[in-house]
Structure formats: C-alpha cells, structure tokens
C-alpha cells in the first residue's frame, strides 16, 4: 500500500497519516523527517541537502527525490509506505514517478483531504500554543482548562505567527499555485481519492480507511 497524502497546510493530512501509519504498520514518511535523519548521520545526501538549507535555499528537486527514494529503498518500506509533504510539485511527482518505474513500482492511493480555505484560517487563527512546554491547544475545539494558560505547566498561550491569518493565508496561497496542480495530476492517473476534512477527525479517518480497504 503507497500512499502519498494532499491537501492544503492545515488541512489535517498529517495527524491522518500518522493514524494510517498505525494501522496499517507502514511507515510514516515526511521529507522533513529524511533530511534530519541524513544531515544527523552525516550521509553524503544529507550533506548536500545542509549545504542549501544553511543558505537558506530549499533543497533542489533532484536530490530531495534522490533522498525519498533511498529511504523508501529500507526494509520498513516492504509492505508499503504513507508519504507525507511530498511531492509538493508536479516536477517532484513526475521524478518520483520515474524512480518508482525504474524500480517497478508504482502509487496506489494520492488521498485528498479536502477543506475549504476558509475552515483553515479559522481552525488554524485558534490554535494556542504554550510558551513552556509547547503544549498546542484550540480556543474552540479543545480549549485549555486554565483559560490563556497551559493545563500542564501553567505558561502563558499564545498565537504563534505561523497560525495568524495573514500567515495562513500566504501558505494557502503557495498552496494553490504550487500543490493544488497534483490533485488534477494523480486524478489523470486514477488514483485520487478525495475525502472530506471538515469532519470530525475520526470521520475523517474511516472515510479515508473506507477507501484503503474498499
């Protein structure tokens, strides 16, 4: 089962994705994830790739697929793999594409969590986060018990800058421009499954394992 998760920053595909990790016991595959790993054990890619992420330059197509293609070359990888954040442009998922051909494989499921812009700005403007222990809350959702203050180590909450609505609705903006083209790309190739995020995030999830073991 290899399975490349979409949808928009916010959206909730990597709190699903972990889930189906889980349950499936496959990995859970982020490319921020890769580039740690490697850059910590000094391989030669995760050399390359600190190479432009000390200059603040995002790490070229071609070695961030050269990096997910080693990684999905490992043991774990044998019954299948979830992968999350990745590709994020139609370049990217055509490389990938070409590496999984080479090594006779191919996707089975691009599964969309589909939410409106809208709903993102408003579930992601609540988010508080503690100044202590990093603890995330919701203002409406899953408010803590202590008001503007951290239940676990009493710190104060804030709205980190990432959260706030201009913030958000510069990321979906990119988003649109550079991600969104992959739901038309993996509908050409009749994989995509698209599910509603709106739910509650239990729903969410039987509708994506609906798919998975339809």
Do not use: W
């Amino acid at each position: 089962m290899k399975i490349v998760m979409l949808g928009a920053p916010g959206a909730g595909k990597g709190t699903q994705a972990k889930m189906i990790a889980a349950k499936y016991s496959i990995p859970h595959i982020s490319t921020g994830d890769i580039f740690r790993a490697n850059i910590k054990n000094g391989t030669e890619l995760g050399k390359k790739a600190k190479e432009y992420m000390d200059q603040g330059l995002l790490v070229p197509d071609e070695l961030t697929v050269d990096l997910v293609i080693d990684r999905l070359s490992r043991d774990d990888c044998g019954r299948g793999y979830i992968l999350d954040g990745f590709p994020r442009t139609i370049p990217q998922a055509e490389a990938l594409d070409a590496a999984l051909t080479k090594r006779g494989e191919k996707l089975d499921y691009a599964v969309n969590v589909d939410v409106p812009d809208a709903s993102i700005v408003a579930r992601m403007s609540g988010r508080r986060a503690c100044t202590g222990c990093g603890a995330t809350y919701h203002i409406e959702h899953n408010p803590s018990k202590k008001g503007e203050f951290c239940e676990v180590c009493g710190e104060p909450l804030v709205l980190r800058d990432d959260d706030k609505p201009e913030t958000v609705q510069k990321r979906l903006t990119v988003y649109h421009d550079q991600t969104q083209p992959l739901i038309e790309y993996y509908s050409g190739q009749k994989i995509l499954k698209t599910v509603d995020g709106t739910q509650d995030m239990n729903d969410v999830f039987a509708a994506i394992t609906g798919i998975l073991e339809a």
